[in-house]
């Protein structure tokens, strides 16, 4: 059964750091792109970044940019979300995912497998 494990949410202040993992399980994922997306109450899933596990490639998303960065782990099945100078607008749940595409088509959706999702809050 193939499923992704996200932890690490949770609350923190405007202006702090946190930081999310997904551990992916069920099959080789090393040629895999892995990465987040995330959505806030009322509104759609947007893309957060991606990585692409065997090239290490790695694309980050226009409102995260310079903030974010999106690391793979020593297991090839694991993937890091580093969030720094968090703003409440920040504030969404974030979604780990998974797929055999590139990164460009990974941050249109073109997703296979879903995680469950993590809270991340944000407090001003």
């Known amino acids: 059964q193939v499923q992704l494990v996200e932890s690490g949410g949770g609350l923190v202040q405007a202006g702090g750091s946190l930081r999310l993992s997904c551990i992916a399980s069920?099959?080789?994922?090393?040629?895999?792109?892995m990465g987040w997306f995330r959505q806030a109450p009322g509104k759609e899933r947007d893309f957060v970044a991606a990585i692409n596990l065997s090239a290490g490639v790695t694309l980050i998303g226009d409102s995260v940019e310079g903030r974010f960065t999106i690391a793979r782990g020593n297991a090839q099945n694991t993937v890091y979300l580093q969030m720094n100078s968090l703003k409440p607008e920040d504030t969404a749940v974030y979604y780990c995912?998974?797929?055999?595409?590139?990164?460009?088509?990974?941050?249109?959706?073109?997703?296979?497998?879903w995680g469950q999702g993590a809270l991340v809050t944000v407090a001003s």
């Open positions: 069920g099959r080789r994922f090393n040629s895999y792109t």
């Open positions: 995912a998974a797929d055999r595409g590139g990164t460009a088509s990974f941050s249109r959706g073109l997703v296979e497998v």
